[in-house]
């Protein structure tokens, strides 16, 4: 079962055969407001997670802890949004992130 590398792009491109009532036009704005979500969860793990760098006292490991704590919560958020898409969602269903981590799920389901 051999496919040429035109026949792998072609597939790539063809959109989803997955059957939703959902309108195109609606997947493509659900899509779009995912990735935005994303990139604002992704940004605010990124912020967190470099924000003990402005903090000093005898305190800091404590805030240290705390914030590294929050920040792991806050990327887990991530796996749940690149891994729920509505069905028939578009880019965000496929993206490599997405396909890696659904790739490990059953793996770390198993941890915890």
Same mark, same amino acid.
């Given at each position: 079962?051999?496919?040429?590398?035109?026949?792998?792009?072609?597939?790539?491109?063809?959109?989803?055969?997955?059957?939703?009532?959902?309108?195109?036009?609606? #997947?493509? !704005?659900?899509?779009?407001?995912?990735?935005?979500?994303?990139?604002?969860?992704?940004?605010? %793990? $990124?912020?967190?997670?470099?924000?003990?760098?402005?903090?000093?006292?005898?305190?800091?490991?404590?805030?240290?802890?705390?914030?590294?704590?929050?920040?792991?919560?806050?990327?887990?958020?991530?796996?749940?949004? #690149?891994? !729920?898409?509505?069905?028939?969602?578009?880019?965000?269903?496929?993206?490599?992130?997405?396909? %890696? $981590?659904?790739?490990?799920?059953?793996?770390?389901?198993?941890?915890?």
């Amino acid at each position: 079962m051999s496919s040429t590398k035109n026949e792998i792009v072609e597939r790539q491109k063809a959109p989803s055969r997955t059957p939703s009532d959902i309108d195109p036009q609606a #997947v493509k !704005e659900i899509s779009g407001a995912l990735n935005a979500l994303l990139a604002g969860v992704f940004l605010l %793990y $990124l912020k967190t997670k470099n924000f003990d760098r402005q903090m000093s006292g005898p305190h800091f490991r404590d805030y240290h802890l705390l914030l590294d704590d929050h920040a792991d919560q806050i990327f887990a958020m991530t796996d749940d949004i #690149v891994l !729920e898409p509505p069905s028939g969602a578009g880019m965000a269903s496929r993206s490599k992130r997405g396909r %890696y $981590l659904r790739a490990q799920q059953p793996r770390r389901s198993r941890m915890r």
